[in-house]
C-alpha cells in the first residue's frame, strides 16, 4: 500500500517563505505526476503545482514565479518552494502521487497559514 507524507509547514509572515516535503512510500515504481493541492476553509481544492517523473511543471497562475516544485525520483520526493507568501496562500497543502499502474494516492495534509 502506498503511503504518501507531507511535512513542512507552519507560520509564516507575509513574504516569507517555507518549503514543503512530500514522499510517497511503498511502490517500487516513481510516481507519473506528483503534485500540491490546496484547500483553504469554503472553498474547494485546487491545484497548485505538478511535476511529472520527467520534469515538466506546471503552476497555477497566481503562484508562478513565487513557489516552484522539484522532485527527487530516486526517493519519490516532491518538495514546493514557496517565497514570497501571501495571506491568500493560507490553506491546508495537500500532496497528490499518481501511478499510472497503480492509482492516485493523497496526503493528509498539511497546514500553511501567512499571517502578521
Known amino acids: 500500500q502506498v503511503q504518501v507524507v507531507e511535512s513542512g509547514g507552519g507560520l509564516v509572515q507575509p513574504g516569507g517563505s517555507l518549503r514543503l516535503s512530500c514522499a510517497a512510500s511503498g511502490s517500487i515504481f516513481s510516481a507519473n505526476v506528483m503534485a500540491w493541492y490546496r484547500q483553504a476553509p469554503g472553498k474547494e481544492r485546487e491545484l497548485v503545482a505538478s511535476?511529472?517523473?520527467?520534469?515538466?511543471?506546471n503552476y497555477k497562475n497566481s503562484v508562478k514565479g513565487r513557489f516552484t516544485i522539484s522532485r527527487d525520483n530516486s526517493k519519490n520526493t516532491v518538495y514546493l518552494q514557496m517565497n514570497s507568501l501571501k495571506p491568500e496562500d493560507t490553506a491546508v497543502y495537500y500532496c497528490r502521487a499518481e501511478f499510472y499502474t497503480i492509482g492516485t494516492y493523497w496526503g493528509q495534509g498539511t497546514q500553511v497559514t501567512v499571517s502578521s
Open positions: 511535476i511529472t517523473r520527467a520534469g515538466s511543471t
